[in-house]
């Protein structure tokens, strides 16, 4: 069964940093893609970031580029998302997702198969 958990959400103040965390169960970790969603009250899911495979490649939705940051250290089953320079537009549920892939090209691919159950992330102005 595979589970992914998310930690490390929170109220924050405009211009902070957290760092999102998503530990992984059930599934070859190394052999996934990983990316990050979230999720506005009254607003539609967003593609924030994803990193293949390897690590090799990093895709950031424009709203988040040159701020945020994602990695995965395959030894502990985890992805991150660094967050620098938080604005209230950031708040929302951030969900991570990952999926099987055997390429190590398709970054960009919003398609996920597995989920998290979301993490609260709140930046007051």
């Known amino acids: 069964q595979v589970q992914l958990v998310e930690s490390g959400g929170g109220l924050v103040q405009a211009g902070g940093s957290l760092r999102l965390s998503c530990a992984a169960s059930g599934l070859t970790f190394s052999r996934s893609r990983w990316g990050w969603f979230r999720q506005a009250p009254g607003k539609e899911r967003e593609f924030v970031s994803a990193v293949t495979r390897s690590g090799s490649r990093t895709y950031f939705a424009d709203s988040v580029k040159g701020r945020f940051t994602i990695s995965r250290d395959n030894a502990k089953n985890t992805v991150y998302l660094q967050m620098n320079s938080l604005k209230p537009e950031d708040t929302a549920v951030y969900y991570c997702?990952?999926?099987?892939?055997?390429?190590?090209?398709?970054?960009?691919?919003?398609?996920?198969?597995?989920w998290g159950q979301g993490t609260q992330v709140t930046v007051s102005s």
């Open positions: 997702a990952a999926k099987i892939d055997y390429s190590d090209y398709n970054v960009e691919d919003p398609d996920f198969k597995y």
